[in-house]
Each structure stands twice: as structure tokens, then as C-alpha cells.
């Protein structure tokens, strides 16, 4: 009954002005896949009205922001615990607002923290709910799903596997596709990478990525340049390109590079730019982050190391939170071993270097790895936004309510 009445109230928005959507982007990455999304809800629904919260490119999309994304950026329980009471505050006054506006739907894009509690407070009013990418279910404990499914009315996957782990949950999720897939070429272009980096067009590359956040890299970073060094000793025309993601992680990665015994002329510090440098690497040593799938997308064999802090190692463990024996995003996706994991003891320079030189060493195994990594691309690249779109729009309270653009 409640879905109907929300459908006849929908039409008649329409009808009156345009249905009303509201979205919630905690960071820079939220804010680009809402924008998107946005222009293709605009499509499907040319006089709809979008508000929320969220940074630059949604505004530049034409979402009127109550407050800015950056407002919601906070990690680490500390740092969220110091600005526990601002967010609290923002929160009540944000929800306040939105129902008053009278959305008719709600759609919380990532930041779960934030945005799940937000998306539980509507949904028990009857407004509708889409969570737009799905948290790792598949990694840590699977019945979360089932929390999730009491915030959203509907779960927006990034990845294949993830919508069956709903599915027996009892919660309606879809696979939507990866807007990196979506953005990234089926081919990178070595050469021309090469060349806007100014490397040299037949010397080999490795690139070297921490990770993106300061933690990340104290823990990491002097281990992965330890690790380069040996490579670079094994081979003395490797260049070494290390993307940082901005000043803060670049100030941390000049400091650790200049205390490592790496040749200052073959290394090569970047402001950004990380797509570039791999595309321009033969081989990559980073993180079991986000970085892995954007090293598969490139194409380009990796070695993937990671370590957190041997108490928080500990308590995953001791509590069997963790759920999958793969940590590496195109690890988890193929379903077997594309790329060497070593992780925390096993994560030393020796064994990350000896993984490296491998992959030098082995045209064989690059060569089997291309068709494997261009499936997985193309399996991803399924026009996110476009597909977000439609899912949000079949939602049965929007029946009958949308007019599609001529």
C-alpha cells in the first residue's frame, strides 16, 4: 500500500514540477560517481529537482548542496570521535531539512558510516532508499548484508559477485558495473604514458604506489623502496616512478625515498598522475587497495603488499572477521591467484623484490595474463552510470512516475 501511494505521488510530481531526489557523497570519489549519476537520472527524468550533500562536481551537475562533502571526510576513530558532535548535529539538521523537502527517493552514494544510519531514518518513514556501491560483504562478515538491507531499499553493486551474497539475504541489489572500467581504455598506451612522463621508450619501469593515505605509507613505504632497490640491483636501467596522491603523501614519500639507497636519476617522484605511471610501467608493487583493480584495468602485472598493525592483525584474525584467503581486488574477481599477495610477515622486501623480478623475468606469464585481465575489464564495464540510473528508476515507487526524455 505505502509503495503505491508513493507511486501515485511520484506521477503527480511529475506532473507538478519533477520528481525529487536527494543524494549524500561523503568524499572527492562520491562526488564524481553522484554527478554522473545525476546527469543520467536528468535523461530519464528531464524536469527532476537533486539536493543533498556533495562536493564540486555535483554542484557543477546541478545538485543544490546543503552542505559540502568535505564536511562528512573524517577517519580513523579518533578523528571521528573529535568530530563526533558537529557531525551528529549536521546529521539531524540534514535529515530535517530533506524530509521537509519532501524527496522521492534517497540515495546514499559509498560512505557508509554516514550514509546507512541516514538511509535506515527515511526508509522507516516511507521514502525510498538506494545505497549507490556496495560495502566489501564479500571480505569481511556476510551477514551484514542483512543491516544493509534495513537501510536500502535497493543496493547498488560495483562488482559481480556481490549481488548473490544479497541475494541470500533477502535484499534486492544489482550489478551495475565499475565507472573506472568505464573510463579506463581496454589498451593503455605505453608509449605515449612514457613519453608525457618523459621516461625512456625501452628502459624498464617499475612503479612503486604505498598507498594513498600517510598510515598506508609509513607502513609501507621504506619496505616497497627497499624492495625496488634490490629489483634496481638486478637491473641497472630500471626507472622507478612513484605517483603520490597529494602534498601530504608527497612530502612522506620524498623523505623515505631520499633515505633509501634508490639512484636519484632513475627515480622519479609524480604529483598525482598515478594512471600514467601505470601505464607506463612494465611491472607495479603497491597497496591491496582500490589500486590493484586500476593496475588490472592498465593491464599490467603486479606484485601486492600490505601490512596493518600487528594488534589489529591480531584481533581480525582472533575474531575470524576477515572471510576470504584474497585480499587483491583482481585476485578476488578472477577467482584465483592473477597476482602475488604477501601480506603482513610475508610482506618484506626480499619477497616483494623476488616477486617483482619475476614478473621481469617471465614473458610467458605476462602474455597469459593480458586476456585474463581484458575479461575482467570487460566483464566491469557495463556503463555505471547508466545502469545506476535505470535501477534507480525502476524502483517501484517511481512506476509511472517518470518521463522519459524525447
Not at 6 to 16: I, L, N, S, V, Y
Not at 302 to 330: C, E, F, H, N
Request: with cysteine; glycine share 8%; charged share 25%.
Amino acid at each position: 500500500m505505502n509503495e503505491r501511494i508513493r507511486g501515485r505521488e511520484a506521477a503527480q510530481r511529475t506532473d507538478a514540477g519533477g520528481l525529487r531526489f536527494v543524494l549524500v557523497a561523503g568524499e572527492a570519489s562520491g562526488d564524481a560517481l553522484g554527478a554522473r549519476l545525476v546527469e543520467e537520472l536528468r535523461r530519464r527524468f528531464p524536469d527532476a529537482r537533486f539536493a543533498g550533500i556533495g562536493g564540486d562536481a555535483m554542484r557543477a551537475a546541478g545538485v543544490e548542496t546543503w552542505h559540502d562533502a568535505s564536511e562528512l571526510a573524517v577517519m580513523g576513530l579518533f578523528e571521528v570521535l573529535r568530530h563526533l558532535p558537529r557531525l551528529l548535529k549536521l546529521r539531524r539538521e540534514f535529515r530535517t531539512r530533506a524530509l521537509a523537502w519532501r524527496p522521492d527517493v534517497v540515495i546514499g552514494i559509498d560512505a557508509p558510516d554516514f550514509n546507512l544510519g541516514v538511509e535506515r531514518w527515511f526508509k522507516q518513514r516511507g521514502v525510498p532508499t538506494v545505497h549507490y556501491v556496495s560495502p566489501s560483504v564479500w571480505a569481511w562478515r556476510e551477514k551484514r548484508a542483512e543491516k544493509i538491507g534495513a537501510s536500502a531499499d535497493r543496493v547498488l553493486c560495483l562488482f559481480p559477485m556481490e549481488p548473490a551474497i544479497y541475494a541470500r539475504h533477502g535484499v534486492d541489489a544489482r550489478f551495475v558495473g565499475h565507472p573506472m572500467a568505464d573510463a579506463m581504455p581496454l589498451h593503455p598506451d605505453r608509449e605515449a604514458a612514457r613519453a608525457a612522463l618523459g621516461l625512456p621508450a625501452g628502459a624498464p619501469v617499475l612503479a612503486v604506489l604505498p598507498g594513498s593515505r600517510l598510515g598506508e605509507i609509513e607502513r609501507l613505504g621504506e619496505v616497497f623502496f627497499e624492495a625496488a632497490w634490490q629489483v634496481a640491483e638486478e637491473m641497472r636501467a630500471l626507472h622507478v616512478v612513484v605517483p603520490a596522491a597529494n602534498a601530504r603523501c608527497r612530502e612522506l614519500l620524498q623523505a623515505q625515498m631520499s633515505r633509501s639507497a634508490l639512484p636519484v636519476m632513475h627515480s622519479h617522484l609524480l604529483d598525482g598522475q598515478a594512471r600514467t605511471a601505470l601505464a607506463a610501467a612494465d611491472v607495479v608493487l603497491l597497496a591491496s587497495r582500490t589500486a590493484t583493480l586500476e593496475a588490472m584495468l592498465s593491464k599490467r602485472p603486479m606484485v601486492v603488499g600490505y601490512r596493518v598493525s600487528p594488534l589489529t592483525y591480531r584481533i581480525v584474525r582472533a575474531l575470524g572477521l576477515l572471510k576470504v584467503d584474497r585480499y587483491a581486488l583482481p585476485n578476488v574477481l578472477a577467482g584465483e591467484d592473477l597476482a602475488p599477495e604477501l601480506m603482513q610477515d610475508d610482506c618484506t622486501p626480499a619477497r616483494l623484490a623476488d616477486a617483482v623480478l619475476t614478473w621481469f623475468q617471465s614473458p610467458a606469464a605476462l602474455a597469459a595474463l593480458q586476456p585474463k585481465y581484458l575479461a575482467l575489464h570487460e566483464q566491469l564495464r557495463q556503463g555505471a552510470s547508466a545502469s545506476a540510473a535505470a535501477a534507480v528508476a525502476s524502483l517501484p515507487a517511481l512506476a509511472g512516475g517518470h518521463r522519459p526524455a524525447p
